[in-house]
């Protein structure tokens, strides 16, 4: 099994600013099957990015991913006030054992 | 418009059976797989498995193999997660999700709470 390890475990940022997550691999996620998500209090998670750097449907440009191998990055350019949530990274290389990061917290300092 | 619906919150005992439902609309359902994902209360997100529902083929997460069933009917679009004996520590949020890998849909989670 892969196990994802995010950091930092909690981020302070203040709008306006940009925000830099972590999520680093046990071993190599083939294909740079690495997706994100973010996840507000009392919702579902919502899918930002898919194949470590292609954005989903809908979600703003602000969003990037990059990444490959064992490290992966998810950057939010400007900080909005509705961006702060809890977002985990997610692996589907390893196939049918798909493993999900611990998360990281982004809250507003 | 994608939708899934999932039903709505149960209380248990330890020991009873539950079957909870996630309902798909807006799409063809048997082009997709379903998943399953676990969140306890302040916890991450954890995969328990999938189904294809168009032949009800499965895979398990090695942690919920053997804990869980998933089903479905494709006749009514329908997944199913369900558990023949709760036990306490199955209390959690449960969600439903569209794909077989990443997940670009959600249902709006399903509270189950295991209590004596």
């Known amino acids: 099994e892969i196990v994802l390890t995010q950091s930092p475990g909690t981020l302070s940022l203040s709008p306006g600013e940009r925000a830099t997550l972590s999520c680093r691999a046990s071993?190599?996620?083939?294909?740079?099957?690495l997706a994100w998500y973010q996840q507000k209090p009392g919702q579902a998670p919502r899918l930002l990015i898919y194949?470590?750097?292609s954005r989903a449907t809908g979600i703003p440009d602000r969003f990037s991913g990059s990444g490959s191998g064992t490290d992966f990055t998810l950057t939010i350019s400007r900080l909005e006030p509705e961006d702060f949530a809890v977002y985990y990274c997610?692996?589907?290389?390893?196939?049918?054992?798909?493993?999900f990061g611990q998360g990281t917290r982004l809250e507003i300092k | 418009e994608v939708q899934l619906v999932q039903s709505g919150a149960e209380v248990k005992k330890p020991g009873e059976s539950l079957r909870i439902s996630c309902k798909g609309s807006?799409?063809?359902?048997?082009?997709?797989?379903i998943s399953w994902v676990r969140q306890m209360p302040g916890k991450g997100l954890e995969w328990m498995g999938r189904?294809?529902?168009?032949?009800?083929?499965?895979n398990y997460s090695p942690s919920f193999q053997g804990h869980v069933t998933i089903s479905a009917d494709k006749s009514i679009s329908t997944a199913y997660l369900q558990w023949s004996s709760l036990k306490a520590s199955d209390t959690a949020m449960y969600y439903c999700a569209r794909g077989d890998d990443r997940f670009d849909y959600w249902g709006q989670g399903t509270l189950v709470t295991v209590s004596s």
């Open positions: 071993q190599s996620v083939s294909s740079s099957y």
């Open positions: 807006g799409y063809s359902f048997t082009s997709y797989w």
């Open positions: 194949g470590a750097s």
């Open positions: 189904i294809d529902p168009s032949d009800s083929y499965t």
């Open positions: 997610q692996q589907y290389g390893s196939s049918p054992a798909i493993t």
